[in-house]
């Protein structure tokens, strides 16, 4: 399947999605299966969309909450680097790496 099919099929199943969404969601639900003649299966289709917005959603909350753990580091003056400040930029780049994932093909291993 080409991305301009799965497009049409998701922009038929959800019409009040934009065409970046569309388009996002697409490239997601692509990189996710790796036969794309399985997106025929509307079945198919519909369990791997699931599995896709799921993983998106969660890595979308993570990266709002490490964003705002990020601005509270910024806002806390010089930054000495302290354990926890350590552990809030490690935790910044997994999930920069999650976020990376959905998008490509290739596993960060951030």
């Given amino acids: 399947m080409k991305c301009h099919e799965l497009a049409e099929k998701v922009s038929q199943l959800r019409p009040e999605l934009s065409p970046t969404d569309v388009a996002r969601l697409c490239l997601m639900i692509l990189n996710q299966e790796e036969n794309p003649s399985r997106l025929d299966d509307p079945a198919a289709l519909q369990s791997i969309w ?29 930054i000495e680097f302290s354990p926890d400040q350590l552990w809030t930029l490690l935790r910044a780049v997994k999930v920069q790496g999650q976020m990376l994932d959905l998008y490509t093909k290739d596993v960060s291993f951030a």
């Fill in 50 to 78: 699931q599995n896709v917005s799921f993983r998106f959603e969660a890595a979308t909350d993570q990266h709002a909450a490490v964003s705002r753990e990020l601005d509270t580091l910024l806002n806390d003056g010089p």
